[in-house]
């Protein structure tokens, strides 16, 4: 891949494109504490040639982090919508997210829906469903974690890192976990090492997740959506009791106009460090 910098809302955001110029375009979001290099097994299992762009999200990897003490999601749909507008601004493109990045994709998709010309949403399928009631709990705790910010742990030696990478996926191949270990940490003068996301991305959003919006969102795309979910997903982890969270996640899909549901097999969240060639061939069939 090859590297550019843009300012974006004042902030020097770092943009991977990988493929010929004049190649049909791609543009793929990252997820949470993930950068923009997670890609390149999917884009190495392409089997046509494409100008695929791939931006750090502000905080994350090569991207500047926020001057203020904590990130605003909204700020997300603000990036990407000056991101596409540099690249594209005229034609309607073809997006692809994962995990937080397909969040980010999918509400864009029903706030900007002639923007999007199809849509791939990898295990991006919100967060729980939140109540009023828990308005006063959650701005509190808010409160709380910015007296104390959260701190990110550092690590002795790059092995460490891949140690580390492979604790949180043990399918990870020893090759891809050096690989990522190299993009998703860096070392300091001190000789540690350290991972590429601000610390302040884990502050608890002040925000509920408001399902109802979102949702609203989403029954405003106009583009075809492939929803791609992994077998051996996690998302459970997240959203509460197995059985009520898989109703939860058909009712969402459901709500999109026009989607397609595909699963990989052998795969965990992180299905395209799991299963690229299987997620780029997905991707292709859609697209073409």
């Not at 690590?155 to 993009?183: Q, S, W």
């Not at 860096?186 to 590429?196: H, Y």
Request: proline share 7%; net charge negative; hydrophobic share 40%.
């Amino acid at each position: 891949s090859r590297s550019e910098f843009l300012s974006l809302r004042g902030l020097r955001t770092h943009v991977r494109h990988w493929g010929s110029n004049d190649a049909p375009v791609l543009f793929m979001l990252h997820g949470w504490m993930d950068v923009s290099a997670s890609f390149q097994f999917v884009v190495d299992s392409f089997a046509r040639d494409w100008h695929v762009i791939a931006p750090d999200w502000r905080g994350f990897g090569l991207s500047a982090r926020t001057p203020a003490d904590c990130y605003w999601f909204p700020d997300y749909f603000a990036d990407l919508d000056l991101l596409l507008g540099h690249y594209s601004p005229e034609t309607p493109v073809n997006l692809i997210g994962h995990s937080m990045g397909g969040n980010v994709a999918t509400i864009y998709a029903g706030i900007r829906p002639q923007r999007i010309a199809k849509l791939v949403n990898l295990e991006g399928f919100g967060l729980a469903t939140t109540v009023p009631a828990q308005a006063p709990g959650r701005y509190a705790q808010w409160l709380d974690e910015l007296r104390q910010p959260p701190q990110m742990r550092s690590y002795r030696t790059r092995e460490d890192v891949i140690a580390r990478l492979c604790k949180t996926n043990p399918r990870l191949t020893p090759a891809r976990a050096d690989f990522l270990a190299g993009e998703w940490a860096s070392q300091r003068d001190d000789g540690e090492w350290e991972i590429l996301g601000d610390p302040a991305h884990k502050i608890v959003s002040a925000q509920l997740y408001r399902s109802d919006e979102v949702l609203a969102c989403w029954r405003n795309i106009t583009a075809p959506v492939l929803w791609v979910e992994a077998e051996h997903t996690d998302m459970w982890r997240w959203m509460g009791p197995r059985e009520k969270v898989r109703a939860e996640i058909d009712h969402r899909m459901q709500v999109i106009p026009d989607v397609t549901p595909a699963r990989v097999a052998d795969a965990g969240h992180m299905l395209h460090h799991d299963q690229p060639e299987a997620v780029a061939r997905l991707i292709e069939e859609f697209i073409v």
